[in-house]
């Protein structure tokens, strides 16, 4: 199912068409454990870009590891249905209960490198998220809320504010990519 969904991806730049065959490659080199954080080299993970109903905002957590404002998401641990994924981790992590995928096509995929880190007292070795990134709807008046042992703060950021926010460089150009893609899918829906 995993291999099905990246290979039937239709990459909308460079950089997706390069990760998504190294995606690929991780697939084939590491076939037991990709899908779990046992693997330290590189394993999946899903990212959300969660957008309110006009599409005009998108809602953010600081993360506390990070030190910046990001989407939410998290790794797959064993659970090849990523879009499940994502879904369950924007739950946990901003207590939005009520959203719904605007498709459940994958949005957007990206290699991301994670700087060694402690988390619950434990190191984490440098590796590499191979995240799948899908688009979900949420309306603004429901209740956020944070969770603490991973971010300090939820809130909903007007588009290019949400970018601006990130003090991470790396992901201010995977959130323009997301953005761009967002106002391509606002032009198909005039049409």
Same mark, same amino acid.
């Given at each position: 199912m995993l291999r099905e969904i990246i290979e039937g991806y239709a990459p909308d730049c460079e $950089?997706?068409? $390069? %990760?998504?065959?190294?995606? *690929?490659?991780?697939?084939?080199? /590491?076939?037991? +454990?990709?899908?779990?954080?046992?693997?330290?080299?590189?394993? /999946?993970?899903? &990212? =959300?870009w969660v957008v309110? !109903?006009?599409? +005009?905002?998108?809602?953010? *957590?600081?993360?506390?590891?990070? @030190?910046?404002? =990001?989407?939410?998401?998290?790794?797959?641990?064993g659970e090849e249905d990523l879009l499940g994924v994502a879904l369950r981790e924007?739950? #946990? #992590?901003?207590?939005? #209960?009520? *959203?719904? !995928?605007?498709?459940?096509?994958?949005y957007s995929l990206e290699i991301l490198t994670v700087n060694a880190h402690i988390k619950r007292g434990k190191y984490v070795?440098?590796?590499?998220?191979?995240?799948?990134?899908y688009l979900l709807e949420a309306d603004e008046s429901q209740n956020i809320? &944070? @969770? !603490? +042992?991973?971010?300090?703060?939820?809130?909903? /950021?007007? *588009? %290019? #504010?949400?970018?601006? =926010?990130?003090t991470e460089p790396e992901m201010r150009v995977v959130y323009r990519k997301l953005n761009e893609k967002l106002a391509a899918l606002k032009g198909d829906d005039r049409r």
């Amino acid at each position: 199912m995993l291999r099905e969904i990246i290979e039937g991806y239709a990459p909308d730049c460079e $950089q997706e068409v $390069q %990760d998504r065959r190294m995606m *690929l490659a991780y697939l084939d080199l /590491f076939p037991g +454990d990709i899908l779990t954080r046992a693997n330290e080299i590189a394993h /999946f993970s899903a &990212s =959300a870009w969660v957008v309110n !109903p006009a599409r +005009d905002r998108v809602l953010m *957590l600081y993360h506390n590891i990070y @030190k910046s404002w =990001a989407w939410p998401g998290g790794h797959a641990d064993g659970e090849e249905d990523l879009l499940g994924v994502a879904l369950r981790e924007v739950r #946990e #992590e901003t207590g939005i #209960e009520r *959203l719904r !995928p605007v498709t459940e096509q994958l949005y957007s995929l990206e290699i991301l490198t994670v700087n060694a880190h402690i988390k619950r007292g434990k190191y984490v070795v440098p590796h590499l998220h191979l995240n799948l990134t899908y688009l979900l709807e949420a309306d603004e008046s429901q209740n956020i809320r &944070s @969770k !603490p +042992d991973e971010n300090s703060a939820v809130r909903w /950021f007007a *588009l %290019d #504010e949400a970018v601006e =926010a990130s003090t991470e460089p790396e992901m201010r150009v995977v959130y323009r990519k997301l953005n761009e893609k967002l106002a391509a899918l606002k032009g198909d829906d005039r049409r």
